[in-house]
């Protein structure tokens, strides 16, 4: 069973959660990303990997390769590669993975199909079970949360982060300014409601709640308006910042049991 090798597309704060149980697993997991990855959680994020060549997460290391004949070394060494090719498909005929798991966290499928592995594996909203995917994996806070679905959908977008610490979207960063991206506090620093935690040029972007910054975009990332830039955490607890959250690990955990599921019938 830990032969298996497992293709994840995506490399963001849920995917590593669920790269990291898998490595954990002695799966064998490569992931793939795009060349300007755009992850808050940069601390808890494998794809940091394509930024600086590697990454660590609870022990966990990955490390960017630059082609598909680098994936073997990375195994040996006990790293989980890195490869940037968003189109999936040179990799994938690369590869032949036994499970591919979409986790881009999209809200939509950006391509993923069914054929595309002997067992297919979607992460939240975007994916019907039994017609692009095989399992869909519930991603939406809550009591579903983790939940292997194998038949139908997770549940809809509803467009509301889940509750922290009694706090919804209050506790989202997000920019009104097309412009570039200037964090003024770093992950793991304490700040107050009115706090600039960053400016978009010269624009300000204002914690709406007090907490700790879990989550902040690189410097320079080129950011659109609208877009979620930052997360703070009302708990408040500065080590909640470098650790996967329960949300990833419950995400997680329901992908490795729709693999064994999968696997063991």
Sequence with gaps: MSELVVLIRGAGEMASGVAH????????????????????RREVSFCEAVYDGEKEVEGVRAELISKPGEIETSWMKKVIPVLIDPEVKRLKDFLKPDVLIDAVMAKKNLGTHIEDAPLVIGLGPGFSAGKDVHIVIETNRGHHLGKMILKGEAEPDTGIPGDVGGYTIERLLRT?????FHPQKTIGEKVTRGTVVAVVDDYPVIAQTSGVVRGLLREGIDAKKGMKVGDIDPRGRKEHCFTISEKARAIGGGVLEAILYWYNR
């Design 21 to 40: 149980r898998l490595h954990r697993s002695h799966f064998k997991t490569c992931m793939l990303e795009i060349a300007h990855p755009l992850a808050v």
């Design 176 to 180: 009104m300014k097309k412009g570039i």
